[in-house]
């Protein structure tokens, strides 16, 4: 090998030892941040030495596609989980203290000790008073999941505008790593930003990636519909102002398709978008009705008789406002857990007498019960508590069972709601350690390890501190070589 020769190796040998520690000292740089993939310097041998061909960056397709599908289901499961904890403490209140089921237990204490001693009317005052704390409640609960869904509409709107702008983001990166695939520069610092640009956009909705040639690749949704190719695709919502019981919610369309919201407590929603729809539209509309059911029991079990038959029941101690007729069984009607009332007729407040709660009368003379007016009389008080552990007919559409008790109903819609919080926690546990491992899985495959990386560095300095020996030796070979010609 002539010296001319040996110095070329030896000069390609510094520089790629140079680039080499460069991308190394990056990757130590880089090392915490997640939506980094390590590089890695390739070389080639040729016959004046090596040189670095190319950076190589670390991928995992596989590894990659789960991570996303694993984010998004994550992300969704959380959503879903805090949505029904606020559920939880603005419908029911801690520890269920501001419950329809909690008002109805306090009415049942009342009527009861009011049956015991139906002569005096301080009890008459308080069974009544009773009555309008449940009603309370329901209009408080009725209210409160009206807000919930209004709020939920506006953070719907935010995430798809946010959505849209990750998108509009993820164009101009792609357009760049396609640009220099093309061109042959060097695009992983390209590629991370799509990464993680996929990464957020998997947060709000299901996705998978179709890569295309140039290295240019294409969004779908986990519904099947287009959401990137070349340009974004739209993702429209237009929020309501308000919302009122038995108002549907607009959907989330994505170039023209409606997502698809999610379903259960361990929801099948992947991404905040179709979470967020589901407690919109499912849970809250189905809580709604749990509560407009317990208000026709209500106004069911307190219904007015007619003692001699012939004319047809009446609201009673409880009203709404297509009484005094009773609302029809077996049937919600919307709304009605915010429309029900106490009857004027009984209540002091609006100029009424309590005692009809024992006495009846309230809708004429021939629901009269108590006709001679004794003061002991409690035949209708206790028909009234019966009446509430007297099953009714239920709408399916509350998700409870088709045959329960104003009792057991009210009690079924706080069950029915921590059942569901139930499945959501295990849920989120189970999910998050999915999400964790396979985040866990794809760094070791494409992440950086800094005790590798320094070993390597450490290998870099030993064959640099090679090449410059040779360099030394070449150049007293070259000077010894100058000086016998000289």
């Known amino acids: 090998m002539s010296l001319t020769s040996a110095l070329s190796i030896a000069q390609s040998a510094l520089l790629n030892t140079g680039r080499q520690t460069g991308v190394v000292s990056r990757n130590v740089q880089e090392a915490a941040n997640p939506d980094y993939a390590r590089r890695e310097a390739v070389t080639t041998t040729s016959g004046s030495g090596a040189r670095v061909t190319e950076i190589r960056r670390a991928t995992d397709a596989v590894l990659f596609r789960h991570n996303l599908a694993a984010l998004s289901a994550q992300s969704g499961q959380a959503t879903v989980s805090k949505g029904l904890d606020t559920l939880r403490l603005s419908v029911n209140g801690a520890d269920n203290g501001a419950s329809a089921a909690a008002a109805i237990g306090d009415l049942i204490k009342a009527l009861e000790f009011y049956a015991a001693t139906p002569s005096n009317p301080t009890l008459a005052s308080t069974t009544v008073e009773a009555a309008r704390n449940a009603v309370r409640a329901l209009h408080d609960g009725s209210t409160a999941i009206q807000t919930f869904r209004s709020d939920a509409d506006r953070e719907i709107a935010a995430a798809v505008d946010d959505l849209n702008r ?119 509309v189905t809580m709604q009705r749990q509560l407009d059911e317990v208000a026709r029991g ?105 045959s329960r008790s104003v009792v057991a109903l009210s009690s079924d819609a706080v069950g029915w709601l921590e059942a569901l919080r139930q499945d959501a926690a295990t849920g989120s546990e189970r999910k998050d350690a999915l999400a964790q491992r396979m985040g866990t899985a794809l760094s070791n495959a494409t992440g950086v390890n800094v005790d590798e990386e320094m070993a390597l560095l450490l290998e870099l300095e030993h064959s640099y501190e090679a090449s410059a020996r040779l360099m030394r030796v070449i150049d007293e070979m070259l000077a010894t070589l100058l000086a016998a010609t000289g």
């Open 166 to 284: 990750l998108l509009g983001d993820f164009e101009t990166v792609n357009r760049e790593v396609v640009a220099g695939t093309r061109t042959g520069r060097d695009v992983s610092d390209a590629l991370d930003q799509r990464d993680a640009l996929l990464k957020q956009i998997s947060a709000h909705v299901s996705i998978s990636t179709v890569s295309r040639p140039g290295n240019d690749i294409m969004i779908v949704t986990g519904d099947g519909a287009t959401l990137f190719e070349t340009v974004p695709r739209e993702v429209s919502f237009q929020p309501l102002a308000t919302h009122v019981p038995g108002t549907p919610g607009n959907a989330v369309t994505i170039d023209g398709v409606p997502l698809k919201p999610g379903s259960g407590g361990s929801t099948s929603a992947s991404g905040t978008i179709a979470a967020k729809l589901q407690l919109r539209d499912t849970v809250a």
């Open 298 to 402: 209500l106004i069911t079990a307190f219904a007015e008789t007619a003692p001699g038959g012939g004319a047809p029941d009446r609201a009673g101690l409880f009203t709404w406002p297509g009484g005094p007729a009773l609302p029809p069984a077996g049937t919600a009607i919307d709304g009605l857990a915010a429309a029900i009332r106490v009857n004027p007729a009984m209540d002091p407040a609006a100029g009424g007498d309590p005692q009809l709660l024992r006495d009846g009368g309230a809708n004429g003379p021939a629901y009269l019960a108590n006709a001679t007016g004794g003061a002991s009389f409690s035949d209708l008080l206790r028909r009234y508590a019966d009446g509430l552990d007297r099953p009714i007919a239920v709408d399916p559409a509350a998700g409870l069972d088709d």
